[in-house]
Every structure is written in C-alpha cells, then in structure tokens.
C-alpha cells in the first residue's frame, strides 16, 4: 500500500458529461501529480500541484481542470467528456515540489481510477 | 526525440531464466532514473532507483538495474525470474528542463511456466 488513496477505483459515464477524481495523499506530501494512462498515448503527466498551487502542467487539456485543498486533497475535473478520455488516471505524491531530486522526495502513485467513456 | 526509451514493448521469458528489460535515455533527462512496477488491475510501485552514488541499484525482490553513463542506459535485469513478476515494468527518469517524471512506454514481462 502506497498511502495515497484514489477514489472511485471505477467511473462509467456518457459523452459530453463531467466527473470528478479524487486524491488523497500521504501523509506530511505536499505535492499532488496527475497522470492519464492509455493505450495509444501511455503514461502521460497531466498537472502537478505544491501545497495548494499550480506548480507545473504537461499534456492536459482545457476540458480538464483540477484543484489542491487545504487539507492537500486534490480533484481531477473531466468535462465534456469524449471516448477518447476513456483511460487510467493515476495520482501520485511527495513530500516536496520537486520530484526525484532529493533522495526523499519521490513519487508514490495511487491505485488509479479507471474511467470508461461510453 | 523520446527522452526515456524502451525498446521492447513485449519480453516474454520461461520461469527461473534471466531477463532483462532495456531502458536509455536521452541528454534532456537528469541523471535521476526508475524503474516502476505495475501489476494487473493495479497501480504503479516503485521498484527501484538511482539518485547517486553506485550505479548499480538492487531492489528488495532481486532485480537490479545499473546505470551505464557512456551508453546513457539503465537496463533492469534479474537473474531467475518468477510467474509472479508477471507485469508491466516502465522506466523513467526526469527531465532537466521540467523538473518531472517522464515515462518510458512500458515493457510487459510475461513470465511462462
């Protein structure tokens, strides 16, 4: 067990709704990561947040969105979903902003939640 | 170009034989390197990495994987496979310009009786 806990592990909506992921980090992490994984694209960084704030943003579209609490949750924001949005979102956290270069700080991923798009 | 390539998206291997999964990376990527396990319907786990010192990393269950500065190459390898290192096995490393994890496109270890 990571210590980083996604919820709901299943998600199956319709075209051109909105769903919300969440992500609950390890204890004392402040640094929240979002990553898509599909099978054309593979493993891709989405966003990453540092206690609260927008620290950087890969390969996310504008129908997404997300957020990091005060209470260092964080929520992924799908919108307008389409077929293609259909894959694994993975969370991850550590304890600082940047990942992998302090031998402490490195990413621990959730169990993901898989989101089908029908 | 790819900064963390794999070069076999598929390795199948019998039981008890060696295998070894390759990974290079390109001049964007710091020198920071993992390796991640994922198994069936579950999510990522860290096997092991390289921050620095030795450039020859063990993990807890026998794999290891050595880091090659000349060949920019971090090969994960284990001498005596089991059924149940049956699994995708993805490397990454992060990028010296961005500052996060990028990921290789995955290698699936199929490990046959």
């Known amino acids: 067990d990571s210590g980083v806990t996604q919820t709901p592990k299943h998600l199956i909506t319709a075209t051109g709704q909105r769903v919300t992921l969440r992500c609950s980090p390890r204890?004392?992490?402040?640094?929240v990561y979002w990553y898509q994984q599909s099978l054309d694209q593979g493993l891709q960084f989405l966003i990453q947040y540092y206690n609260g704030e927008e620290r950087a943003k890969g390969n996310i579209l504008e129908r997404f969105s997300a957020q990091q609490f005060p209470d260092l949750h964080s929520e992924l924001n799908l919108s307008s979903l389409e077929l293609g949005d259909s894959a694994l979102y993975f969370c991850?956290?550590?304890?600082?902003?940047?990942?992998?270069?302090?031998?402490?700080?490195?990413?621990?991923f959730g169990a993901g939640t898989r989101l089908s798009v029908l | 170009a790819q900064s963390v390539t794999q070069l076999d998206s598929q390795v199948p291997v019998f039981e008890e034989a060696p295998v070894e999964l390759r990974c290079n990376y390109s001049s964007s990527v710091s020198v920071y390197l993992f390796w991640y396990v994922q198994y069936p319907n579950q999510g990522l786990q860290l096997l092991l990495k390289y921050l620095s010192g030795s450039t020859l990393v063990e993990s807890i269950n026998g794999f290891e994987a050595e880091l090659n500065k000349s060949q920019t190459s971090f090969h994960l390898r284990k001498p005596s496979v089991h059924i149940s290192d049956t699994a995708e096995y993805f490397c990454a490393g992060i990028l010296a310009s961005a500052r996060q994890l990028t990921f290789g496109s995955g290698t699936q270890l199929t490990v046959l009786p």
């Open positions: 204890s004392g992490d402040l640094s």
């Open positions: 991850a956290s550590s304890p600082s902003e940047v990942a992998g270069v302090l031998a402490k700080n490195i990413q621990y």
